[in-house]
C-alpha cells in the first residue's frame, strides 16, 4: 500500500487566497484525521472523520476552515480565507478501529501564508 | 486541561546510554491505547510502539519499551542503546473513545539529541 497521500507537499499563498489540502486514506481505513502542527501549539486535533462521516469538528479553528470527505478514499480540509497565522504543517491520518492500531500519517502539507 | 503530558521539552543523551522520555496522561475511560511517534527532522510521523490500558506487560519493539504505570497514569519510553538516529521529535499520544469515534490526542513532544 502507498501509504496516506496528501498533496501538495508545499503551499506557498497570498492572504485571502483559498487554499485546499488534499488526503487519500488507506485502502480499507474507516477514521480519517486532520491535525496541525506548529511549534507554539504542538500537533492539533482538528476533526475526524468516521466512515465519511465528521465526528467532531471542534478542533477546528475558526469557520474559515471546513473539511469534507465525499468518499472513503478523498478528504479535503479547505481555509477560505487564509492568514498568515494559518501557516503550518497539516497532516492527514487514516486507520481503522481495530484494537492497538495505530494512526497512520501522510507526509503532511507545508502551507505558508504570506 | 492537558491530556498528553509530555514534561522535557528537550534531552541529550550519550551514544549507546539508554534515555527515558516521559508521558503522563489523564482520562476517564477504561478502555484506551498509548502510543508513541517519532518524528525526525525530515518531518514524517513514525510510529514506534503501542500499549493498551489492559495490557499487562510493558510493550516492547526492538530497543523501545514502554514503561507503563497505570495508577500513576504514566507511559514513559525507553530508547536502550541509543544511536545518532534517534535524534529526533518524539511524541506521546492517547487513543480514546470507543469504536468508530475513537481519537488520538499528542502531547507536546520531546526533543532528544543523540551526542557521539
Known amino acids: 500500500d502507498a501509504g496516506v497521500i496528501q498533496s501538495p507537499r508545499h503551499e506557498v499563498t497570498e492572504m485571502g487566497q483559498e487554499v485546499t489540502l488534499r488526503c487519500k486514506p488507506i485502502?480499507?481505513?474507516?477514521?480519517l484525521f486532520w491535525y496541525r502542527q506548529t511549534m507554539m501549539r504542538g500537533l492539533e486535533l482538528l476533526i475526524y472523520?468516521?466512515?465519511?462521516?465528521?465526528?467532531?469538528d471542534s478542533g477546528m479553528p475558526e469557520d474559515r476552515f471546513s473539511a469534507k470527505m465525499p468518499n472513503a478514499s478523498f478528504s479535503t480540509l479547505k481555509i477560505q480565507p487564509s492568514e498568515p497565522r494559518d501557516s503550518a504543517v497539516y497532516f492527514c491520518?487514516?486507520?481503522?478501529?481495530?484494537?492497538?492500531?495505530?494512526?497512520?500519517f501522510g507526509q503532511g502539507t507545508r502551507l505558508t501564508v504570506v | 486541561a492537558q491530556k498528553i503530558t509530555q514534561t522535557q521539552p528537550g534531552m541529550f543523551v550519550q551514544e549507546k546510554e539508554a534515555v527515558t522520555l516521559d508521558c503522563t496522561y489523564d482520562?476517564?475511560?477504561?478502555?484506551?491505547?498509548l502510543f508513541w511517534y517519532k518524528q525526525p527532522s525530515s518531518g514524517e510521523m513514525i510510529f514506534l510502539i503501542y500499549?493498551?490500558?489492559?495490557?499487562?506487560q510493558n510493550a516492547t519493539e526492538g530497543r523501545y519499551s514502554l514503561n507503563f504505570q497505570k495508577a500513576r497514569k504514566s507511559a514513559n519510553l525507553v530508547i536502550s542503546a541509543s544511536q545518532l538516529g534517534d535524534s529526533a521529535m518524539y511524541f506521546c499520544?492517547?487513543?480514546?473513545?470507543?469504536?468508530?469515534?475513537?481519537?488520538?490526542?499528542f502531547g507536546t513532544g520531546t526533543r532528544l539529541k543523540v551526542l557521539a
Open positions: 491520518a487514516s486507520t481503522t478501529t481495530g484494537r492497538g492500531t495505530e494512526a497512520f
Open positions: 485502502s480499507g481505513h474507516n477514521s
Open positions: 472523520f468516521n466512515n465519511n462521516v465528521p465526528i467532531d
Open positions: 482520562t476517564s475511560d477504561q478502555s484506551y491505547g
Open positions: 500499549q493498551g490500558s489492559y495490557d499487562e
Open positions: 499520544a492517547m487513543r480514546e473513545g470507543s469504536s468508530g469515534t475513537y481519537k488520538y490526542i
